[in-house]
């Protein structure tokens, strides 16, 4: 009986083991601010997040964006190659897409009159790796000035 336990515990082990694949360990390199004066206007703010890589699966990330006035917006998602362009390190997210429930009343209205390109004081991005839907190992975090 207990060759049996020995045996399960095994091969549940090296399954586990061999089922568990590192993503590649990504750096971030650069963020930009990306203001459209044109076009859909859920489209005029948006976030330009470099990183030393193309991402290859999913990565969670949290992001803090500060005005020089004041405004600030904090939020989480998850960051995927784009499909049309596997192969670019760089991801742009419209800044929409942080608006939650913790946002100020009228957030949408205050990211396009506040969060303009050469308005931004701070933007700190942390990006985790992902484990089965859930956040992973911390990868890096940065904070990137004067946008």
Known sequence: M???????AVV????LLTGCGEQ?????????????DTGSPD??????ICFDQPLSGDYHHEIVIE??????????????A???????????????????KNSPPRARDLIERYLVK????????TVWGD????KGLKMDSKTFSNL
Do not use: H
């Open 12 to 15: 549940l082990a090296s399954a």
């Open 43 to 48: 489209f005029k703010r948006m976030i330009k």
């Open 131 to 134: 484990e089965s839907g859930q």
């Open 2 to 8: 207990r060759a049996w336990w020995m045996m399960g």
């Open 67 to 80: 005005s020089k006035d004041g405004f600030s917006i904090n939020g989480i998602g998850v960051l995927r």
């Open 82 to 100: 784009a499909a049309s362009d596997p192969d670019n390190p760089c991801i742009t997210r419209n800044l929409n897409q942080y608006v939650n």
């Open 118 to 125: 050469g308005n931004v004081a701070n933007v700190k991005i």
């Open 24 to 36: 590649p360990k990504v750096k971030l390199v650069s963020a930009e601010m990306i203001s459209r």
